[in-house]
């Protein structure tokens, strides 16, 4: 099913915009905690000097209704088709570069432009 897609907007509407979650606590279940969790902290997951310049822009207000069939995965559906859902990413730059505007890929995000992320120990508390 084609969620990676639709897994934060998801987790913004269910739970930062009805107040389950604080902004703080959203990004570190999405961002800071994982990346601690497979030893890539601090070079993802935060904003500082030395880090990736990995960061998303997000539209708390944008809404838009879920339609599977119009993403980028190969599924072609999702369970929550028809949902409205507010709060999407709005930019998206991965090593300083715009790979995600208005909702749509850009020429920067080309296939094979990804890097492995090297993984140390977990930081887990």
Do not use: H
């Not at 497979?38 to 990995?54: E, L, N, Q, W």
């Not at 409205?84 to 300083?96: A, C, E």
């Amino acid at each position: 099913m084609a969620e990676l897609e639709t897994m934060l907007p998801m987790l913004w509407w269910a739970g930062v915009r009805t107040g389950r979650l604080s902004v703080s606590r959203f990004v570190e279940l999405t961002s800071t905690n994982p990346t601690k969790l497979f030893g890539m902290y601090p070079r993802k997951g935060t904003i500082a000097v030395g880090s990736d310049a990995d960061l998303v822009v997000w539209n708390a207000d944008e809404q838009r209704v879920i339609d599977g069939s119009g993403g980028y995965s190969n599924a072609d559906f999702s369970p929550y088709d028809g949902w409205s859902v507010t709060g999407w990413p709005d930019l998206v730059l991965s090593r300083g570069e715009v790979v995600v505007e208005a909702g749509r890929l850009t020429d920067a995000a080309r296939p094979g432009r990804g890097l492995l992320a090297p993984r140390g120990p977990s930081q887990r508390r």
